[in-house]
């Protein structure tokens, strides 16, 4: 497989932090960085540093990969999603829902078939975030603008847009995820993934959480987290109808999914 030539990711989220802390402007309850873009090698995805939560991972991947727009699935593993709920049911920020049914097609699938027919396409794009006449209102306006793939010396690059995204919560298991779909459609394509570039408009962390910040930057050693992404993907829909908050560990180690 082709390396590329940008930082690992560990590196890489050490090195905005910093940024962060040192040099972001406090707006409201955060501190802010304007404009920021972050290239991962989408085959070291994990900011094992900063000591995920592997259940909540695997729960949000299995979530996303589904298909499932229910916030009550997802809040077993995190509460936040069904305080952010309009309906108490469902999430306007389950990304999986809006890229597979949202539209009434398969977004992704569209993307392989733009690519499979113009190598060259720069039309390959996945909207997230679309116009409706509730953003004053809601309670849970998706963070992601849009993710746009193309290939380019016979590699699948791929940009995502955020306008919004928070270095504690969001960014480490944003980038799991995006970068799991920049994979699946290169193997898709039969090609090897490119450099995963991540776009926010503004990267922030909560006051709240400087603390645990400060500790990821003085954290040297990292434990190794090994999934088998691909196999999560391919049974998706089989784990979301089985798994929960209290098995979801041991399936996956059964299933051979989680190392």
């Not at 940024?19 to 802010?32: A, F, H, L, P």
């Not at 928070?166 to 995006?178: E, K, N, R, T």
Request: net charge positive.
């Amino acid at each position: 497989m082709r390396r590329l030539k940008v930082l690992l990711v560990n590196d890489v989220y050490r090195n905005v932090i910093k940024r962060i802390i040192y040099s972001g402007k406090i707006v409201g309850n955060t501190k802010e960085l304007l404009n920021v873009k972050l290239e991962i090698d989408p085959y070291d995805n994990i900011a094992t540093i900063r000591d995920p939560s592997i259940k909540y991972m695997l729960a949000e991947l299995i979530w996303y990969f589904s298909g499932s727009q229910s916030s009550k699935w997802i809040s077993q593993f995190a509460k936040l999603w069904s305080k952010i709920s309009d309906d108490g049911e469902t999430s306007n920020s389950a990304y999986g829902y809006s890229i597979l049914y949202k539209h009434g097609f398969n977004q992704i699938d569209q993307v392989i078939e733009i690519l499979k027919n113009d190598s060259n396409s720069r039309r390959a794009v996945i909207n997230i975030n679309i116009p409706h006449n509730n953003k004053m209102l809601t309670r849970d306006e998706p963070c992601t603008l849009v993710l746009q793939f193309y290939i380019r010396d016979n590699l699948l690059y791929m940009t995502t847009m955020m306008r919004s995204n928070d270095v504690w919560f969001g960014l480490p298991y944003d980038i799991v995820f995006f970068t799991e779909v920049q994979k699946y459609i290169a193997r898709k394509l039969g090609i090897t993934a490119g450099v995963y570039t991540h776009f926010v408009v503004s990267l922030h962390m909560y006051l709240r959480d400087e603390e645990k910040l400060e500790k990821v930057l003085s954290t040297v050693e990292s434990k190794n987290i090994s999934i088998n992404f691909q196999k999560l993907i391919e049974n998706a829909e089989t784990l979301y109808n089985i798994v929960n908050k209290d098995n979801i560990i041991d399936i996956c180690k059964d299933w051979r999914i989680l190392e």
